[in-house]
């Protein structure tokens, strides 16, 4: 039931493998459901986890393209992060329709009255708050950061945003959770993709306090997990998690290049 998630642990602890576990995931995936064993479930709970983090393979890895290549409309870092988003909702699309499973139990049923509201909110709160203070918290990780902040790259940092934030949440807090949870226990789903969140958002960039950058990154997964599976709905990660990426995108793209 669990070699899914396995096969996706070790993909997480090892980038080289990445592009490996995603085909064996979904070939994995493929021979159980054809046989309409109960642990296909389990299996593609992690496939699109395993499918969006063959991105830097697939479509290359993210440069700096300074502030003047940073505010292009159709920037190569935001449209990167369209694609994976097209691929990440084709692929839940086929296991939701594979499965007869419901949109709810990936946390895209109904949300509460309020949560439209504090998914703004959060939003506006992290874009502002993380192009203020964000190059000091990840100073002590990353070394320091400098780059500009062009208004007119704030339309490829929303298209950036929304497209990596929603594709995280339905990957993460959606699927995985979601379905590993329905498929073992909900703690294990819970526990999984906050840690697996956890440790593939260390790259060689974070070049200090690894240890407690996978710590902070897991506590954020746990806490946004624990929000959908109490509330039932990802609007509210989806639209804090769109903030942070507006903010991210800053700092990736808009760095001096070279």
Do not use: K
């Amino acid at each position: 039931m669990l070699g899914g998630l396995v096969l996706l642990l070790g993909g997480a602890l090892v980038p080289d493998l990445r592009p490996f576990t995603a085909v064996l995931g979904i070939l994995g995936w493929a021979v159980l459901a054809a046989s309409r064993r109960p642990e296909a479930l389990g299996w593609a709970a992690t496939v699109p986890v395993a499918l969006a983090l063959t991105w830097p393979w697939v479509l290359g890895v993210d440069q700096p393209l300074g502030p003047g290549g940073c505010a292009e409309p159709f920037s190569v870092i935001a449209l990167r992060r369209v694609v994976v988003l097209v691929a990440v909702l084709a692929i839940i699309a086929i296991l939701v329709r594979a499965h007869h499973a419901s949109l709810a139990a990936i946390g895209l049923g109904r949300p509460p009255a309020l949560d439209a509201g504090l998914a703004a909110t959060g939003l506006v709160v992290l874009a502002v708050g993380g192009l203020v203070v964000g190059p000091l918290i990840a100073a002590p990780f990353f070394g320091r950061l400098e780059f500009e902040r062009p208004i007119a790259a704030l339309v490829p940092a929303v298209v950036f945003g929304v497209a990596n934030g929603t594709a995280e949440e339905l990957a993460y807090r959606g699927a995985l959770q979601g379905w590993l949870g329905r498929a073992t226990r909900p703690w294990i789903g819970l526990a999984a993709q906050s840690i697996v969140f956890g440790i593939v958002h260390v790259g060689p960039e974070v070049t200090a306090f690894v240890p407690v950058h996978v710590a902070v990154l897991t506590l954020v997964g746990l806490a946004a997990g624990l929000y959908v599976r109490w509330c039932g709905s990802l609007t509210v990660p989806i639209g804090i998690h769109i903030g942070a990426d507006i903010a991210l995108y800053y700092g990736l793209a808009c760095r001096d290049v070279g």
